[in-house]
């Protein structure tokens, strides 16, 4: 249980142009789920939070123009990178907090993630 | 949330038990200490959690010190496939649910 997928897995596209990433949750439904990005050897930092039906919450030094956030239902975001350029090019995870029924000891669940390269 | 602090590798043989700490001496008492690993160009995988009681899985075993300042995560019988990159990370209950992952420690099991 407790699966999360990513769609595409890779993506090249042109400078310029918006790249769509999908992150869903496959059996259960997650209240938040949340967008990190990493570059080449180094940690993962968190882009933002979104909850179901509600803006998301972005990090600070995160355009929010920039990266559109939709968590338009308990088991889909979508991450929208608008007008990317190469220093865009990242690899992209998303994550989903399944709650555990009465403890708040939620686990977060991470997806395979997306490698994204702009030309 | 509190800062963690971890040795940047290690090697362990393979068959071996891997010994992995991690020192959070500024942990509050409603901080949880959470472990999570990432093998390369994958997502973060999670492998245990706790509050001050060790934890065992069918992944691992968390040993958290009586202070809870620090604590160990034991893989008893590492495999090339542990080979990763692995978080602790402190988080408290209440938190908006948020990770913030440190540099972690890079294992490296060898045959």
């Known amino acids: 249980g407790a699966v999360v997928s990513q769609h595409p897995s890779w993506v090249i596209c042109k400078s310029g142009t918006s790249v769509k990433i999908e992150c869903r949750s496959l059996?259960?439904?997650?209240?938040?789920m949340f967008w990190y990005r990493q570059f080449p050897k180094q940690s993962l930092m968190l882009m933002a939070t979104?909850?179901?039906?509600?803006?998301?919450?972005?990090e600070q030094g995160v355009e929010k123009d920039k990266f559109l956030i939709n968590h338009a239902s308990l088991t889909l975001s979508t991450l929208t990178v608008t007008s990317a350029h190469p220093e865009d090019s990242s690899f992209y995870i998303c994550?989903?907090?399944?709650?555990?029924?009465?403890?708040?000891?939620?686990?977060?669940?991470f997806g395979p993630g997306t490698r994204l390269t702009v030309l | 949330d509190a800062k963690t602090t971890q040795p940047p590798s290690m090697d362990c043989a393979e068959g071996r038990a891997a010994n992995l700490p991690c020192n959070h001496s500024?942990?509050?008492?409603?901080?949880?200490v959470y472990w999570y690993r990432q093998i390369h160009s994958q997502g973060p995988q999670y492998i245990i959690h706790?509050?001050?009681n060790n934890e065992t899985n069918e992944m691992a075993s968390l040993i958290i010190t009586e202070d809870r300042k620090s604590s160990t995560l034991i893989l008893p019988h590492a495999t090339l496939r542990d080979t990763a990159v692995y978080y602790c990370?402190?988080?408290?209950?209440?938190?908006?649910?948020?990770?913030?992952f440190g540099t972690g420690t890079r294992l490296q099991v060898f045959p």
């Open positions: 994550s989903a907090t399944q709650l555990s029924s009465g403890i708040y000891t939620d686990t977060q669940y």
């Open positions: 059996d259960f439904q997650a209240t938040t």
């Open positions: 979104s909850n179901e039906g509600s803006k998301a919450t972005y």
């Open positions: 500024t942990i509050s008492g409603n901080e949880y």
């Open positions: 706790g509050l001050k």
């Open positions: 990370i402190v988080r408290a209950f209440y938190n908006t649910d948020k990770l913030i």
